[in-house]
């Protein structure tokens, strides 16, 4: 592609038009750009870019005064406001030449070099590092050979070794950080390349309508170009600036470059100008496209940033809309750096700003709060870290007096200034041996493994039709127990078909023969739905022969507009003999109203008005309504009940949807007073009541069952009439009758949660939540305050994760709120997908089943290398420390201990994160928020494995000499030649753990680890590549690794070891848990957070205490861990929140020890546990928790 040449016509397009001064001051540079683009077009890019800058009266002025009308403007740029752009290549290719692409260039990705650099600030590799070139430096330097004696024996049989092979030792060391180094860069490298992908996805997506030689055609918002004449509707995101040709109605909320909320009234005689990255909130219109790219009024503002020194976040929000809203995606990464910036704050502020800080914190609180797992994770890597450093140091102060008092005490010798060197080199490599514990212990795999299976994750759910915007989505997915799902499109097909009509006081259950419908009354109702209808809904034939018509825009318009030729009518003529532009007013549907009206102006001066919407709101409109003979009747309220008792009660009844379609005729002296819509709308005359099928997707009834056994409820919340939501909700499988449940509408839903003020009240909530299935008629409001009232609510034990589905513009602040947001890719609107997480492309609800199976899959794959990793670890730790004590040298040695570090962290992340899920997953109950990352199972695991690991090495090391007939390797003094002793005990070491790998597959416990290996290549290569990795390590390692070759039978016996992990595992299984009680405690004693001897009364600022006093201790590994977590901020753009919150999440969980809660058995609405706590209080109440 030529993007890198785009990219640079766009910086020198921008450099070009800069330095010219917007204001004028630069006239001879305008000139000289106008002669350059004079031969084509008779205005510049400078001229339309102050042309932009202006507003109201002002922009009209000098149109009127510059080009004399929009249509003079409009041949100045050689385009037409009727038929548009002729489409011809070389006409756009000349366009972008003179006035830019529509496309912001990116930010720069880091280069390879500067993510080497990156993963090189790592603390505890900084401390190997040096370490490693200290030992290197003394390996050179020889002690004169004839007062070795005096050193005491420290350096026994070394010296004709000493110059050759001293050196190894430091440089295998800094060889294997340069390998953990480049790993860590590749990763980091692959993840960013990921997202870009991801991000160039997402922009091919966006698709805007533009007339191109007459026809009305959808392209790549890339590829508009200014002269464009581009339609713009409810719901869209504007990809450029304009200025208005036609307009109904049309609302526009620029919030997002003025920061006022309120609604902008454009029309073309008052205020015409649009800009890029404003959202249209109602109506719609025809713009001329004035600016692309970077001279659009967003691309201004980026330009001004830098284009690509927004904050770090606003890379990946900027990739979703090139042209989209930049101060929402300002306040957006402010908002969510804010998070992240003062999370780290504490760290550098000394002890007094933190109170500030603080109240920062509570102030700035994101949407959403630090993903479930994450949270846990961070705490958890925090806790094995403080345990690391204990025991690092502990050995090398164990080490370091064990060897002073034995050479200057036991023996007696004298400190000799020739002997210095000697000694340093043994408090390097006591040093050395400490901070390989500390690598070994701290689970720098840990970050890694999350963006690995969540990047994976997010590669596959792609084929999946999940398209997912911000990474964390992804895994609270698999936390979810809610979902609020809108019916149309997501539920159903969304492929409106009218099948039952009531016409001329006839309830026809087919549709009728046109014969027996009056002339007249047809002849109305033709006009009412070809004219009453946005002119962008039509229906065009099918792409097969004999397929299903296409149809194109609003799909209940396209219902209304297929029954016009089911009735062997055309829509078409009536629309060419009154054009758009001919239409005298517009009222545009909106989610108030539930209906659209459009008057026009008939050949005697009078106007008519036709008007079609909900059909109760409708009727109580109407005054009369036509007979048979299509002569109007008066139409009672009792005329009224009665026909919605006789024909709208049983359509709705059948799941069908009920539209009224109705005219008025208004005379034209006096004229009408518009604005004043409800005078002019009522009074109306009903033509029909028709009756509007939308079939249920055959897939969701079996979809919304996995749900329910998966222990989500599903809810429908759709603005239907409430007999036509029971009756989908029932095929669907919501509701089962003789359930226990409720099906509101919003007004009753709204009288229920509202006290006499009027004020929403929580506990009123509480009482209708949890059994509501059904919200019909709802509001966008009555979505976004159920939403908000299952997220806050404290009934249950566990807080409530609530995913939402939402196409329409209105749907935004519902799917801002929720946990989790879906938004429609086909049917939703630009607004809905901006404020959503997840995008359904295929707008099915089937898919977001899948999104739970692949949040699950994360969670399980993120235990599944905790308990991997954890068991590495708690072994290799204490084999180092207790070697180290015992025999003065850790029997695995550093570099070794990098290769073991390298095993369990970089492949075994990429080995156990990338699991394919099963339906299995389905099968079981969400974990819930406040759940251990480690499970009783997976603690029994851990121990269980260790326990057997360490009998063996343990073994090996005192009495493996003895077994095998060979010298020991205890007490060898310094760089003498490896051992065969130690060399078994290394390789059975990393045997054993390739074989707990497997193992490690399962974590709830099942027999067969084996199930299900095939189906991922990934882990099979990489476990056969370790071993035979480890084959070469120790035949050919020799020196650098410290291994000595070992022959056949000893091979045998490690394998044998080795395989004995996965019969160990068995005999692990086979152990009930309940029967351990002391694994109770080891369960919820590593819950993330928990420190040991922790008070339940604990106060928010006795934790701050803690993690002050944890500060000052490990300022170095919280670096270390730090920088981890920034890099898992910037490139997974987790959403953070304020620490206080952890803590928050740190005291409930306490809670849950309080009841060992039974999820298995008690049904998903009943509360689970006798202890009920606000789990999750109102972000500024951080203490109002209520323990039982």
């Known amino acids: 592609m030529s993007t ?20 004028g001051g630069g006239g001879g540079g305008g000139r000289a750009d106008g002669s350059h683009a004079g031969g084509d077009f008779r205005v510049t890019v400078k001229e339309l870019r102050e042309l932009m800058e202006l507003r109201g009266t002002d922009a009209l002025q000098k149109i009127q005064d510059s080009y004399g009308d929009t249509e003079g403007l409009c041949q100045r740029l050689q385009s037409s406001t009727t038929d548009g752009l002729s489409g011809d290549p070389a006409d756009l290719e000349r366009r972008c030449q003179t006035f830019g692409q529509n496309f912001i260039p990116p930010k720069k990705a880091k280069t390879f070099l500067e993510l080497v650099w990156e993963a090189l600030q790592d603390v505890t590799l900084i401390i190997l590092e040096a370490a490693a070139i200290i030992s290197l430096g003394l390996s050179f330097y020889q002690p004169p050979g004839k007062e070795s004696e005096s050193c005491g024996n420290v350096s026994g049989g070394e010296e004709e070794e000493e110059g050759d092979t001293g050196w190894i030792e430091g440089a295998a060391i800094l060889l294997s950080v340069v390998c953990v180094v480049l790993v860590t860069a590749f990763n980091d490298w692959s993840k960013e390349k990921q997202f870009r992908g991801l991000q160039s996805r997402i922009e091919q997506e966006q698709k805007f309508t533009v007339v191109r030689k007459g026809n009305v055609i959808q392209i790549p918002v890339a590829d508009m170009v200014v002269g464009d004449v581009a339609q713009v509707k409810y719901g869209d995101l504007l990809p450029a600036d304009g200025i208005l040709v036609q307009a109904n109605d049309l609302k526009i909320d620029e919030s997002s470059l003025t920061g006022e909320s309120d609604h902008v009234r454009k029309s073309v005689d008052k205020d015409p100008m649009l800009l890029s990255g404003t959202h249209v909130m109602e109506g719609s219109g025809k713009m001329l496209v004035t600016a692309v790219g970077v001279n659009s009024q967003t691309g201004i503002i980026f330009t001004l940033l830098g284009a690509g020194e927004m904050e770090e976040d606003g890379k990946e929000k900027k990739g979703k809309q090139p042209d989209g809203a930049v101060e929402n995606n300002q306040n957006k990464a402010k908002k969510q750096d804010g998070g992240v910036a003062m999370e780290m704050q504490p760290l550098k502020s000394a002890e007094g700003g933190e109170v500030e800080d603080r109240e920062k914190k509570k102030t700035n609180v994101p949407k959403k709060e630090k993903s479930v797992l994450q949270g846990k994770l961070t705490k958890l890597a925090v806790q094995i870290g403080k345990a690391g450093l204990v025991m690092s140091a502990i050995t090398v102060i164990i080490l370091v007096l064990y060897f002073v008092i034995n050479t200057f005490v036991v023996e007696g010798h004298t400190w000799l200034t020739e002997c210095t060197p000697v000694y340093i080199q043994y408090f390097v490599k006591f040093f050395i041996i400490g901070v390989t514990v500390l690598v070994v212990a701290v689970p720098e795999g840990l970050p890694l493994a999350v963006t690995i299976s969540l990047a994976y994750s997010v590669k596959k759910m792609m084929k999946d039709n999940n398209l997912v915007r911000h990474l964390d989505a992804c895994e609270t997915m698999g936390n979810a127990t809610a979902i609020c799902s809108d019916k149309t499109g997501t539920l159903t097909t969304n492929r409106m078909t009218v099948v039952q009509a009531f016409l001329g006081d006839v309830h026809h259950r087919v549709i009728p023969d046109p ?43 396209c219902g209304l507009l297929g029954f016009v030729l089911d009735l062997q009518q055309d829509y078409a003529p009536v629309r ?24 026009i102006k008939l050949p005697d001066g009078s106007f008519r008005l036709y008007s079609k ?5 409708m009727l109580k409109k109407c005054s009369y309504i036509l007979d048979a003979n299509g002569e109007a009747r008066s139409f009672r309220p009792r005329d009224r009940d009665e026909m919605v008792k006789q024909v709208i009660e049983p359509m709705a009844c059948e799941g069908l949807r009920t ?7 208004l005379p034209f002296n006096p004229e009408p007073e518009w604005e004043n819509e409800a005078e002019i709308v009522t009074e109306l005359t009903c033509i029909a009541v028709v009756g509007i099928e939308d079939p249920v997707r055959p897939e969701v009834p079996d979809a919304i069952r996995k749900c329910q056994r998966a222990g989500i409820t599903v809810r429908m919340v759709t603005g239907d009439n409430i007999n036509t939501a029971r009756a989908i909700a029932a095929k669907c499988g919501i509701i089962h009758p003789g359930d226990d449940f409720i099906c509101l509408e919003g007004k009753d839903f709204n009288r229920r949660i509202r006290n006499e003020k009027g004020e929403i009240e929580q506990e009123r909530i509480d009482k209708i939540w949890p059994k509501l299935r059904v919200l019909a008629r709802s509001s966008p409001t009555d979505k976004h305050t159920l939403v908000k ?8 034990e566990q807080r409530q994760v609530v995913a939402v589905t939402g196409d329409g513009t209105n749907d935004g602040p519902a799917l801002k709120k929720a946990d989790v947001g879906f938004a429609m890719g086909i049917a939703g609107t630009d607004v809905a997908k901006e404020a959503s997480d997840i995008i359904l492309t295929d707008d099915n609800f089937s898919s977001i089943v899948k999104a739970v199976m692949w949040g699950r899959n994360v969670y399980d794959s993120i235990s599944k290398f905790l308990q991997f990793q954890l068991t590495v670890n708690v072994v290799a730790v204490i084999v180092a420390f207790t070697g180290a004590c015992i025999t003065q040298d850790s029997p695995l040695k550093a570099v070794q201990m990098l290769w073991v570090n390298l095993i369990m962290d970089t492949f075994a992340s990429l080995a156990l994160a990338t699991e394919p899920p099963t339906e299995a ?37 005192f009495i493996g000499e003895r077994m095998f007939n060979i010298d020991s390797g205890r007490n060898a003094p310094l760089h003498s030649p490896p051992s065969e002793h130690y060399t078994i005990i290394f390789n059975t070491f990393v045997l054993m753990q390739l074989f707990n790998e497997i193992n490690a597959r399962k974590i709830h416990g099942e027999r067969n680890v084996f199930d299900g290996i095939f189906s991922n290549p990934i882990f099979c290569t990489i476990v056969l590549g370790t071993f035979a990795v480890q084959i070469v390590i120790v035949q050919w390692g020799g020196k650098p690794f410290s291994c000595a070759p070992l022959n056949v039978e000893q091979w045998l016996w490690c394998l044998f070891v080795g395989v004995g992990e996965l019969l160990w595992g068995q005999v692990i299984a086979t152990v009930p848990t309940e029967r351990l009680p002391c694994l109770k405690e080891a369960g919820l004693g590593l819950e993330p957070g928990e420190e040991e001897g922790e008070e339940l009364a604990e106060d928010e600022e006795e934790i701050d205490c803690a993690e002050r006093e944890l500060r000052r201790g490990q300022i170095l590994w919280f670096r270390g861990l730090n920088r981890i ?44 546990s006798t202890a009920t706590a606000n789990t999750s209080p109102a972000p500024g109440n951080a203490s109002g928790e209520s323990i039982p």
């Open 4 to 23: 890198t040449a785009t990219m640079g016509e766009m910086a020198n397009s921008a450099v070009e038009f800069y330095p010219k001064g917007t204001r």
């Open 1125 to 1168: 977590q920034t890099q898992m901020e910037v490139v997974s753009t987790f959403k953070r929140s304020g620490s206080f919150q952890g803590a928050v999440r740190r005291r409930s969980s306490v809670l849950s020890q309080l009841h060992d809660v039974n999820t298995i058995s008690t049904p998903s609405h009943v509360a689970l």
């Open 613 to 617: 919407g909900a059909s109760e709101i």
């Open 515 to 557: 014969g027996q419908i009056n002339p007249r009354t047809l002849d109305l109702l033709v006009n009412a739905i070809a004219i009453n209808s946005a002119y962008t809904s039509k229906i065009l034939p099918p792409d097969v022969e004999g397929g299903l018509a296409k149809q194109v825009g609003n799909k209940t318009e």
């Open 659 to 665: 539209i009224c379609i109705a005219y008025r005729d």
């Open 921 to 957: 997953l389905l099968l079981r109950k969400p974990y819930g928020r406040n759940n251990p990352l480690i499970s009783l199972t997976m603690m029994k695991n851990i121990l269980g494995h260790g326990v057997y690991q360490l009998v063996i090495i343990f073994t090996l090391l």
């Open 576 to 599: 060419e003999q009154i054009p758009e532009e001919r239409l005298y007013k517009v009222y545009t549907f909106n989610s108030v109203r539930k209906s659209m009206s459009t008057v």
């Open 789 to 796: 009232g299952i997220i806050d609510s404290s009934i249950l």
